[in-house]
């Protein structure tokens, strides 16, 4: 009985939907069935692909979480974040170059130049750095 009133009440509310929206859930749907459908023993078995649909559709539509049948909506949620955290750890991955300079070396630089004011000045041609003091 109370699914029957929320069936009606969804049927009701439909037409207030953005229609963006309401193909985003019936895109949802579609592919559970289609996953469904497939023939494995047990219980069903997602693919790579899969997963990046529902978590797009997650991204577009955070409302699709409630038509969700065939997985929890804290698994999706749980590969959205684990997919964000990849992407940024890929993202923020050192692409080579010049190796970084050690700490030690650091300091050893920055005490040189405080205690050589001097050091690395500019000077014009035919000037030293004593003719300036």
């Known amino acids: 009985m109370i ?3 929320c069936f009606v009440l969804a049927v009701l509310a439909s037409p207030f939907k953005s229609k ?5 859930e019936n895109a949802m749907l ?6 469904l459908r497939r023939k494995m023993r047990g219980r069903p078995r997602l693919t790579n692909n899969d997963r990046w649909l529902f978590i797009q559709l997650y991204r577009w539509y955070p409302s699709i979480l409630k038509v969700l049948t ?3 909506p804290e698994t999706l949620v749980r590969w959205h974040r684990a997919g964000f955290r990849r992407y ?3 993202k923020s991955r050192p692409l080579g170059g010049r190796p ?7 300091v050893l630089i920055r005490r040189m130049s405080v205690e050589n004011p001097l050091w690395g ?3 014009h041609p035919g ?3 004593q003719a300036r003091i």
């Open 127 to 129: 000037r030293t750095a």
């Open 30 to 35: 579609r592919h559970q069935l289609i996953v």
């Open 20 to 24: 963006l929206r309401l193909e985003a």
């Open 88 to 90: 940024w750890r890929w």
């Open 100 to 106: 970084q300079i050690e700490t030690q070396l650091r």
């Open 121 to 123: 000045c500019t000077t």
């Open 70 to 72: 065939i997985i929890q």
């Open 3 to 5: 699914e029957l009133l």
